[in-house]
């Protein structure tokens, strides 16, 4: 059994196309011990910080799994995610929700969720950007049941010899309200969910990522994160990495936009309000966009919803940050105090034809992530007068929940700025990160939150008016 491990673990190692590291080595040695495992509810948890090859460890994983017979299947937690995944995995990859939750049409026209059957044997069920998938999934939505992580574990062990490999970065933001990403707790794992389990985490960075101003800056991070002693001074000394004032950040917005494309670069901020903001002042000063919305405008979605996509297989639901691109917007309508636009929209994360929704505006200046409580109370009794005629008031309730296009419009916001968790699981070619006015110290929560605006971008990251003690380097005149 040992000289089937080593010959598997050298054949895993040589899938990298580089000299592994001591970390890699170690963990392929453990990854060869997990897939040839025979016992029951095998896990492994695959952690690494950016840089440190966990991406090309999965890839080597991948062409080794044919070899010792077996198959995966990749998830994530996102539509962006997923697809970030299946790009550098070479196959089709899939949300979580998509992959274990099966859709039904109820009798009266609702759609409903259920876990749905595991008939896979031999499979490594791989999923990527674990550290977003929260323990209990707070939701208002009727999704199956509250229990994401619970379900994921439910459905993978429903299958015959199949386990599951968990990939995340622990430096990365942890879901809301949160303080641990309970997915990478391995003790919580271990005892709470009755798994035989392993971990490793990647820490050395390999040497064709070393030249990285992006990397360099989210590492030094990284170390503080990891209550390494010393001060944050991101060094804007590398051609990747710059400094921008106020003054230069429109031509800069203008600049990333024509050589990158307005899909392909993100602003990301430290509150909701800021990204309003930001959305505002690009729409009139960066795109010159003056009506209410127009063709080609980014949207993103606020709140889960489920009920403009009964035709759309490919997505289980419209998710919270999931992004839109209006095709065309047909009409505008005010109802019940509140203002509403028909558009044909698509989906930038799946492979779906466009499609016609109704989109709630009001979310757009909504200082919140999403419709405030009250509002919302407000628009569900404003709907249900609608529906007087209906004398039982469950079932006039079951009418405005289930059937009203009003009530169940999609909430949205622009997308060209958002906040950091609303960004988590993505990457964009360009990113410009503000931190806005720090009202106190710098602290864990702040570090993981820079270190994961860090991490979004692939090739070019702007600091815009970052306070000049956060900073190695010259910064440019304000004007």
Known sequence: MKDKWQHWQQVLQ???????????????????????????????????????????????????????????????????????????????????????????????????????????????????????????????????????????????????????????????????????????????????????????????????????????????????????????????????????????????????????????TLVITRSNWMANEYNQLIRRRVRWLDNELEAGELMMVVKNNYFWVKELPAAAFIANGDILEIQKVKQYAERYDFRFADAEVRMLDYDVPPFLVKMLLDTITEKGPSLSRDKAKLLFHSVAEDYQEESSAKKRNEMVFKEDPFFNALQVKFAYAVTCHKSQGGQWPVVFIDIGRMKEPADLEFYRWLYTALTRATQYVFLVQFPPEMVQGEIPDAG
């Not at 707070?138 to 490999?165: A, K, M, P, Q, Y």
């Not at 798994?195 to 070393?210: D, G, M, Y």
């Not at 001060?231 to 990747?240: S, T």
């Open 14 to 264: 040589n899938g990298l196309g580089h000299t592994p590291t001591q970390g890699q080595r170690e963990l392929s040695r453990k990854l060869i011990r997990f897939l040839l495992s025979e016992k029951p509810r095998c896990a492994f948890l695959m952690k690494g910080y950016a840089g440190t090859g966990k991406t090309t460890m999965v890839r080597a994983l991948l062409s080794l799994l044919p070899e010792i017979k077996q198959k995966a299947v990749l998830m994530a937690p996102t539509g962006r995610a997923a697809k970030v995944l299946g790009h550098y995995a070479g196959q089709p990859a899939y949300t979580i929700h998509k992959t274990i939750y099966r859709r039904s049409m109820g009798a009266d026209g609702s759609v409903r969720f259920g876990l749905a059957p595991n008939n896979r044997k031999d499979v490594v069920f791989v999923v990527d950007e674990a550290s977003m998938i929260a323990g209990r999934q707070i939701t208002d939505d009727g999704l199956g049941t509250s229990h994401l992580l619970e379900d994921l574990l439910t459905f993978v062990f429903r299958g015959e010899n199949c386990r599951v490999l968990l990939i995340g970065d622990e430096a990365q933001l942890p879901p809301v309200g949160l303080e641990k990403s309970p997915a990478l707790n391995l003790e919580l794992m271990r005892d709470h969910y009755n798994l035989i389990i392993a971990e490793h985490t990647l820490t050395e960075v390999i040497r064709q990522e070393a030249d990285s101003g992006i990397l360099a800056n989210a590492t030094q991070v990284r170390h503080l994160i990891n209550g390494n002693a010393g001060e944050l001074k991101l060094n804007i000394q590398f051609p990747d990495v710059e400094y921008v004032t106020g003054r230069d950040l429109p031509e800069k917005l203008e600049w990333a936009y024509q050589h990158f494309g307005v899909e392909d």
